[in-house]
């Protein structure tokens, strides 16, 4: 009684056993006829005999026709892709250990003409009492379409959001809801605003933000949001990360940089979609400096044309008093003499504001950089400066070996150096000597450099001024009545830069000015 | 009878000398330049002139506008005639320059004989 308990009834056994096929076969034909209809390929496993089938569709998906393949477990095996090999096989292995009865497993098959078919491969398995699978059926569905738009739409999704990151304008995207679904890295740095900040607010939370952070006289209007609309808002610097500059003392007539305003300047766009992810999106792009530009430019006009009018004002002052009255032959003299002085001011001025533009507008073919002997440069610039000077008053000394080399536009070198060398003398009017060094260094990034240092022993410049020597039409408080446009320094300071040298000016009020220029001696980049 | 004094103030040396040409040759006004804010107060302090030709824009701690303020606010000097001189002839350069107290706004270029009418009219008015 006890072993008969313990031995299985084969009877029993055996008519479980055709009973299960039997169920069995009747379910893997409703199956198959169910995915047949889904255009589905069919597959059946038979573990006890290891027998497969796979269905004519299941070929048919790969390009082949029901002949062409085997009905065998390596048939599906052999064409799966290299890369989903090993984990196509794992899943396969790892379910029929299991007790599972479901299963599933994407996977690329090859195709009869050698191009990849996205395979979405789910199977169920029937088990014995003991787990052990007997047989797994399943069917296999094309997704290779869906994959492929998938992939494009993550494709897509990552390219977006690249450029929404790494965009240098700001943007912020409101929901259906009128909540903030995204900002941008580039919006929360022109505003100064955190990304934690801002998430959760709503929209009229983030009117108010805004409006705190702007400028009375351009705030922020929340009013003008109708699409395509723009506004510009000027932002505080106060509540920017980024240092605001010091003011500088206005010392001088003209100062440009004093006019640099304490707020970023942002052209704010809307654009209102009827797209429900994102029906509200703010544009944010920062004009500041386009701003400035424009304003520097303008202002630029204004006081070129106001030092073109001064002595034209004399000039006709001076051309009335002689035709309208009588002076002795010494005023006269006097008079015109002013006159000619005044119409030397006024060519100047106008040589000096087309250098600048010139060298603004930055025409590299106007400019023949090339390597030069710095000896020949300078002897060719003091017979050109002789000619209006007295030569006798400069003292040159050379440093350097007399081949040494310098990468520089002849012109534009002899241009910076006649307009030190003549500040030099008109900034003496004692008549002192001026003395013109030619020396070599290595700069703080090691570069070799040439320099030419021009030492006077003239009026000299406070320490207050030198900083706003290379600002245009600045003239420090102590020239009195030297005549000059204050555009020189300015245009030195250009050609230094366009040569990627350096200016140094060292000068004690009364004592006399060292300025350098330094060029490089070969092309650097 | 006692010269009528007339005090320049201007930054720009040629502006100055055409000024005093001007005026040079008339032995009844008195000529005295500036070419500062500060200066000019110093000369207006020392000098209490009758009629002051003022450039506006000038470098410095104080320009024209500032001069006249102080010309005009002050009961020693307040009656002292006072001409802007300014190369600025918009219509707010010239309300701006009227709002600081000046009796009259001239823009550059201008002509020196029809400054000598104005002083001329002037001292016709206070005889």
Not at chain 1, 386 to 405: L, M, P, S, T, W
Not at chain 1, 415 to 435: H, M
Not at chain 1, 458 to 485: H, L, M, P, Q
């Amino acid at each position: 009684m006890t072993t008969s308990a313990v031995l299985p009834d084969v009877e029993l056994l055996l008519s479980e056993n055709a009973r299960l096929r039997e169920e069995l076969q009747k379910s893997k034909t409703d199956f198959t006829k169910i995915f047949e209809q889904l255009n589905d390929g069919i597959w059946d496993w038979d573990l006890t005999d290891n027998s497969v089938y796979l269905s004519p569709r299941w070929k048919e998906m790969l390009g082949y026709t029901n002949d062409e393949l085997p009905n065998e477990f390596e048939t599906w095996s052999s064409l799966i892709h290299p890369d989903d090999f090993s984990l196509a096989m794992k899943t396969v292995e790892d379910f029929l250990k299991s007790n599972e009865t479901f299963y599933e497993s994407i996977h690329r098959l090859k195709q009869k003409n050698g191009q990849w078919t996205w395979i979405l491969d789910r199977g169920v398995a029937i088990r014995d009492a003991n787990n052990k699978p007997l047989r797994v059926y399943g069917a296999h569905t094309d997704i290779t379409k869906l994959h492929t738009t998938e992939e494009t739409l993550m494709q897509r999704e990552r390219e977006l959001n690249n450029i929404v990151s790494f965009s240098p304008d700001g943007i912020v995207t409101f929901n259906q809801e009128n909540f903030i679904s995204s900002v941008n890295p580039a919006f929360l740095k022109m505003t100064g605003f955190t990304h934690d900040e801002l998430l959760t607010l709503q929209k009229s939370e983030f009117d108010q933000k805004m409006l705190e952070i702007s400028e009375q006289t351009q705030p922020y209007q929340k009013s003008h949001l109708t699409h395509d609309n723009s506004q510009l808002i000027w932002i505080l610097k106060k509540y920017l990360p980024s240092e605001v500059p010091k003011v500088k003392k206005n010392l001088s007539k003209f100062n440009f940089k004093l006019r640099q305003q304490p707020y970023r300047v942002l052209k704010m766009t809307v654009y209102l979609s009827k797209d429900t992810v994102s029906p509200v999106i703010l544009y944010f792009r920062d004009v500041t400096l386009e701003t400035e530009m424009n304003q520097m430019k303008n202002e630029f006009l204004s006081v070129a044309a106001h030092e073109l009018r001064m002595p034209i004002a004399s000039i006709y002052g001076y051309s009335e008093l002689l035709i309208m009255r009588e002076f002795d032959d010494m005023t006269r003299k006097e008079i015109l003499q002013a006159v000619h002085g005044l119409c030397n001011s006024v060519v100047e001025l106008v040589n000096q504001l087309l250098d600048l533009a010139r060298i603004e507008a930055q025409c590299s073919n106007v400019f023949e950089f090339k390597r030069q002997p710095i000896t020949k440069l300078i002897k060719e610039t003091l017979a050109d400066f002789n000619i209006y000077n007295d030569f006798r008053k400069i003292e040159v000394h050379y440093f350097i070996d007399e081949f040494a080399k310098i990468y520089a536009d002849s012109d534009q070198f002899k241009r910076a150096l006649i307009n030190i060398l003549s500040n030099a003398i008109k900034y003496s009017p004692n008549g002192q000597n001026v003395e013109l060094e030619i020396r070599a260094r290595t700069n703080a990034s090691n570069d070799k450099q040439i320099g030419i240092v021009v030492k006077d022993k003239g009026i000299g410049i406070s320490t207050e001024n030198i900083e706003y020597i290379f600002d245009k039409f600045w003239r420090a408080d102590n020239v009195s009545d030297i005549i000059g446009s204050g555009l020189g320094m300015a245009l030195v300071k250009e050609i230094v830069d366009l040569h990627h040298g350096e200016i140094d000016v060292q000068s004690t009020l009364g004592k006399g000015t060292t300025v350098s220029l330094w060029f490089p001696t070969s092309h650097t980049t | 009878m006692a010269k009528t004094k007339i005090l320049v103030v201007d930054d720009n040396a040629q502006m100055r000398n055409l000024l005093r040409i001007t005026f040079n040759s008339y032995p009844q006004y008195a000529f005295f330049q500036a070419q500062s804010g500060q200066e000019a107060i110093d000369v207006i302090k020392a000098e209490h002139p009758d009629i002051i030709f003022l450039d506006v824009m000038m470098p410095g701690e104080l320009d024209g506008l500032n001069v006249c303020e102080f010309v005009k606010s002050s009961d020693e000097f307040k009656s002292i005639f006072v001409a802007l001189l300014s190369a600025k002839g918009q219509k707010e350069d010239i309300a701006t320059g009227l709002k600081s107290g000046a009796d009259k706004y001239i823009t550059k270029p201008f002509s020196p004989m029809a400054l000598l009418d104005i002083v001329a009219e002037i001292c016709a008015a206070k005889v």
